[in-house]
């Protein structure tokens, strides 16, 4: 598809659980975010990748959250052992790196993860 | 490290009204700057955005230019519809090398009739 995707849609898991996030960016973005939003709340920076440089994980809350991204394409967020205010929505963004730096961010429609 | 301030809300205007957001940063050299809107129960998307130092961005009405002697870009619409009724986020990219987007907190802006 023509924009980023992001699955599940939903997902509702057992406090305890451990949940997996897929975002697949816009073809041949180099950079890709995650970000934490919960209900009226602000963007929550959890971590960037670009390109092959070392990630910054700075944003993540804990060490139960861990994301990985493959092949310079689809990234997975991981969340482990989640608790309940893990709860919110999860969104993806990704960007072309250029040299002057306006780079959009291009945002997928988001996971809403519920943890009961 | 880069920093992105905006005016807390909620903003609550009637319709019609003048609108200003006000977003200042932090940065060094010569960011790229966004506003970035959510509409209730959508994702994020572009508003407009200015690449250098007074630059104008503008989209649907609304404005808003790249003021470097006072590391500015206030958002601003003539006159807001309820429409317009979403969150707005200020956002910037530093130029070259490490480009991570540094995001505002977000305004609340609720248009009433």
């Known amino acids: 598809g023509a924009g980023v995707s992001q699955s599940p849609s939903n997902k509702v898991t057992e406090k305890g659980k451990d949940v997996e996030l897929r975002c697949d960016p816009i073809?041949?973005?180099?950079?890709l975010y995650w970000y934490r939003q919960s209900l009226g709340q602000g963007l929550e920076f959890l971590i960037y990748?670009?390109?092959?440089?070392?990630?910054?994980k700075s944003g993540l809350p804990s060490d139960r959250f861990s994301a990985e991204r493959t092949g310079g394409s689809v990234s997975t967020l991981t969340i482990q052992r989640t608790q309940q205010e893990d709860s919110a929505v999860y969104l993806c963004?990704?960007?072309?790196?250029?040299?002057?730096?306006?780079?959009?961010?291009?945002f997928g429609q988001g996971t809403r993860l519920t943890v009961v | 490290g880069n920093s992105v301030t905006q005016m807390e809300g909620p903003v609550t205007l009637s319709e019609e009204a003048f609108l200003t957001i006000n977003c200042t940063y932090t940065?060094?050299?010569?960011?790229?700057l966004f506003w970035y809107v959510q509409y209730p129960g959508e994702g994020l998307q572009l508003l407009l955005k200015a690449t250098k130092a007074d630059d104008k961005g503008s989209n649907k009405g609304f404005e808003a230019t790249y003021r470097k002697e006072t590391t500015s870009f206030h958002l601003e619409k003539g006159s807001v519809q309820v429409s317009d009724s979403a969150v707005y986020f200020c956002?910037?990219?530093?130029?070259?090398?490490?480009?991570?987007?540094?995001f505002g907190t977000g305004t609340k802006l609720q248009v009433i009739p």
């Open positions: 956002a910037l990219t530093p130029s070259g090398g490490y480009q991570k987007v540094t």
């Open positions: 963004a990704s960007s072309l790196v250029i040299n002057r730096g306006n780079t959009e961010a291009f």
């Open positions: 073809s041949g973005h180099t950079a």
């Open positions: 990748f670009q390109g092959n440089s070392a990630p910054d």
């Open positions: 940065a060094t050299g010569y960011p790229s």
